[in-house]
């Protein structure tokens, strides 16, 4: 295997080898991936170094390793998105099933600080998707979506734009979240929020920016979220 990318380790340079496959879909999502032996007798390095560059895939939830078969492309389900991307528990720290309501979807222009986050040109198009996340039966997240109309045509048009949208992208679309970048700030709730939520104008919230990213970093949706959290946990694992 050459060293084209510098000093780099040489598991690095496995690692982002099979980033790049795994991106151009050589593997597809829930795919089995060759054998350590026959992914070290095709990049001509040691099984030990293949294994170094899978243990980082795992670690990054890229791959999941089954025991006694093998190696698989991480595939988004409903039920795993839940539970990776949704933080809301319960006080007792219990999770939370969130069911979604689709309040509106609509195709215009990307505003300007849209086409920064997403790296847009001007007067690209973007779909705005505001949905409520409820939990037994209540509202407790209101979220406003920006994704670029490009890369996920006639979204409008699919049926399950209510329930978590990683599956969707990943199953109709080809496109993987493999990881997310979240900025959280207090806020009050205003009127508009207030009607949305059922909430007294003025309720603390907890509002949560996140950009979301390809496998290739590639930043492919904004989501606001204004989460109301007298009844639940915003809750965050550091490893």
Not at 160 to 174: D, H, I, K, M
Not at 183 to 194: G, S
Request: charged share 25%.
């Amino acid at each position: 295997m050459k060293n084209t990318l510098g000093f780099q380790p040489l598991y690095k340079q496995v690692y982002e080898q099979l980033i790049k496959r795994i991106s151009d879909g050589d593997w597809k999502p829930s795919e089995n991936l060759p054998s350590e032996f026959a992914l070290a007798a095709e990049l001509g390095v040691s099984q030990g170094t293949v294994r170094k560059a899978l243990n980082a895939l795992e670690a990054e939830k890229l791959v999941e390793r089954r025991q006694g078969k093998g190696t698989f492309v991480t595939e988004h389900t409903n039920e795993a998105s839940n539970f990776r991307f949704f933080r809301l528990v319960r006080q007792d720290g219990s999770r939370l099933k969130p069911e979604g309501v689709v309040e509106s979807i609509k195709q215009r222009a990307a505003k300007r600080q849209e086409q920064s986050v997403l790296a847009l040109k001007d007067k690209e198009q973007v779909y705005e998707i505001r949905r409520l996340r409820m939990v037994d039966q209540t509202p407790c997240v209101a979220e406003t979506i920006i994704i670029p109309q490009a890369l996920f045509p006639k979204i409008d048009q699919q049926a399950a734009v209510s329930a978590s949208l990683y599956p969707l992208y990943q199953r109709e679309y080809g496109i993987s979240v493999a990881n997310a970048e979240e900025q959280i700030q207090a806020e009050l709730a205003n009127k508009q929020t207030a009607k949305r939520l059922a909430l007294d104008v003025g309720t603390p919230l907890i509002r949560v920016d996140r950009i979301a990213k390809t496998i290739n970093n590639q930043c492919i949706e904004w989501r606001s979220s204004l989460c109301d959290t007298r009844s639940f946990i915003y809750s965050v694992s550091v490893t």
